[in-house]
T-cell receptor
């Protein structure tokens, strides 16, 4: 089984400031990485994904993430956050040796302060 | 295009009662999943179905059963509900056209309270 660690359970940040949400995974095989966002009382929506190719991945709402194989990390970044970015963010991994199963981190609650 | 549809959205059960959570997807996906979400624990896989006619246990299957009725529908049954099963339940689907490891698409969730 895979494991996903989201190092920060809560991240407060002021509006228009940059933010980084950290994610590390455990795997020695090919992985596929995802970031999802969950707004209150809603389901999960895909922000971005890394399947192969360029290690810098751009997603919706101005978010991007960088796949770092040597550090087994997939940190999410945004250069300038908005109030509307307040939500729960989940990192997820799927690996070539685990079929089509997805493993999720425990989530990071991002709060944007006006 | 409705995506993944879950019913009901909210449910309150008494301890010992049974119920079935329904899930349907209209994206022709092969794989379907049931997760539960609890505060501070992220999403934990209960059961999944890699294809029609197959089901496998996930991380937390105890107290649950599933049925992959056809390619579109994947139901989750609680035979005798317990307060520990109070949670938000999400259904998801993935793997369009047989491609592996593409993203999962989620329903809106079912908020279940067992009293």
């Amino acid at each position: 089984a895979q494991s996903v660690t989201q190092l920060d359970s809560q991240v407060p940040v002021f509006e228009e400031a940059p933010v980084e949400l950290r994610c590390n995974y455990s795997s020695s095989v090919s992985v596929y990485l995802f970031w999802y966002v969950q707004y209150p009382n809603q389901g999960l929506q895909l922000l971005l994904k890394y399947l192969s190719g360029s290690t810098l991945v751009k997603g919706i709402n101005g978010f991007e993430a960088e796949f770092n194989k040597s550090q087994t990390s997939f940190h999410l970044r945004k250069p300038s956050v908005h109030i509307s970015d307040t939500a729960e963010y989940f990192c997820a991994v799927s690996a070539s040796n685990t079929g089509n199963q997805f493993y999720f981190g425990t989530g990071t609650s991002l709060t944007v302060i006006p | 295009n409705a995506g993944v549809t879950q019913t009901p959205k909210f449910q309150v059960l008494k301890t010992g009662q049974s119920m079935t959570l329904q899930c349907a997807q209209d994206m022709n996906h092969n794989s379907m999943y049931w997760y539960r979400q609890d505060p501070g624990m992220g999403l934990r896989l209960i059961y999944y179905s890699a294809s029609e006619g197959t089901t496998d246990k996930g991380e937390v299957p105890n107290g649950y059963n599933v049925s992959r009725l056809n390619k579109r529908e994947f139901s989750l049954r609680l035979e005798s509900a317990a307060p520990s099963q109070t949670s938000v339940y999400f259904c998801a689907s993935s793997d369009p056209d047989g491609r592996m490891n593409t993203e999962a698409f989620f329903g809106q969730g079912t908020r279940l309270t067992v009293v």
